[in-house]
Structures are given as C-alpha cells and as structure tokens.
C-alpha cells in the first residue's frame, strides 16, 4: 500500500510494518494505527487529525515536519525512541503506558497533556509548556523547572525528584 500524497479517513492500520516508508504530504484524519512498526517514515507535511496510535514501535519519528493546522494524536502502549515533537502545539496530548526514550520535546506545548504510567528515560524538555500537564504516575522523567513553565503541573513522589536533575546536587 503507498502512503504518499494519499487521504485516509477513518481507517484502521492493523499490524502492518510500515518501516522507511514516507507518509510525505498524506492526511489521516480519525484513524487507528494498531500494532504497526511506525519506523524511520518520512512526515514532511503529514496531517495527522484525531488519530491513535496503539501498541505501536515508533522509532526515529520527526514529528516537527507534520502538517500543524489541527495536528492531535494519542499514544497507549506504545514504544516511542528518538522521537522529535519540537515546536508543536501538543495540548491535551495523551501518552498512556508508553516507553518515550531518547525523544525531544523543545518548545512544545503540552499544555493538559497526560503522561500516565509512561517511562520517559533520557527524554528531554526544554522551554516547553507543561501547564497542568499530569505526570503522576510517569517515571524517569528529567524536567527542568528552569527552562520549562510548570503551572498546577501534577508530580508525585517519589519520581519528583527528577524535577532537580539538572541541579548538580546530592540527596541523600
């Protein structure tokens, strides 16, 4: 199946290996990816509307190069590496249960996101938005309260202590 320069509404990717395949000026409006290998595509000016992603492998994914007019996804169970979401406007993105590693976050808004029960090893976040975003049960997340605005951002102990990382200091 081509991807490229294509229009998919409301359509379910189940278990398909789309690896170095290029979505390049395609548009996926209300569709499901389901246990699909997401790998090294290519999204200059992919569309992405409402769309899930689910117990997916997404490796090496720049999604700064999406179509941003009404760009919304979520995530549940998926393994997410070396990822870019920079300079997206992500609020209320949902990343449920998911291994986000390595990934970029670098002037994202994610305003009301939720990261609930993901592991967000070696994930960075740089003057980022993350007003009233929830990482209650988020793990191995390294924020700087410097460089990123936290307003009624939600933490719990003890993974707050990934919130002084970036001090250099020693706890005990």
Known sequence: MDFENKEFESK?????NLLDRTFQNSSFIDCIFSN????NISLTNTKFQNCRFKSCKILGLNFSKCNQFILSFNFEDCKISICDFSNLN??????ENCQITEC???KTNLTKSSFKESDLEKTSFDSCNLSFADFE???NY???P?????KETKFSIPELIGLLD??????N
């Open 12 to 16: 379910t990717f189940d278990s398909l």
């Open 36 to 39: 699909c290998n997401l790998s």
């Open 90 to 95: 992500l609020k209320q993105i949902i990343f």
């Open 104 to 106: 970029i976050f670098f």
């Open 137 to 139: 049960t988020a793990r």
């Open 142 to 144: 390294s924020i700087n």
């Open 146 to 150: 410097l460089n990123n605005k936290l």
């Open 166 to 171: 970036s001090f250099d200091i020693k706890i």
